[in-house]
Nanobody
């Protein structure tokens, strides 16, 4: 199993920046993918950014050029650097991980990001 603990959410003005962190523990050697989803009020959860072994990354079109996902292997932590935030970025952001040999997606508890003046 994998446990995920997120941090870094908060209130930020439009155009501002935040960095989210997601620290993994447990069977971290089996993790082959991590990333972030978000869910805004009244909307479906959407994939924002993903990282896979080998350093491949992908992003939803709406955040390309503004968000960057990265992983610190030594700390078993994945980060989401969010720049030029927009009000439509207001959502609960959830970290997830996938492990080899299993069909389970592991989730963090979620962290609120509010973009408002």
């Amino acid at each position: 199993q994998v446990q995920l603990v997120e941090s870094g959410g908060g209130l930020v003005q439009p155009g501002g920046s935040l960095r989210l962190s997601c620290a993994a523990s447990g069977s971290i050697f089996r993790i082959y993918a991590m990333g972030w989803y978000r869910q805004a009020p009244g909307k479906q959860r959407e994939l924002v950014a993903a990282w896979t072994n080998g350093g491949r990354t992908n992003y939803v079109d709406s955040v390309k050029g503004r968000f960057t996902i990265s992983r610190d292997n030594a700390k078993s932590t994945v980060y989401l650097q969010m720049n030029s935030l927009k009000p439509e970025g207001t959502a609960v952001y959830y970290c997830y991980s996938l492990i080899t040999g299993g069909g389970t997606t592991y989730w963090g508890q979620g962290t609120q990001v509010t973009v408002s003046s």
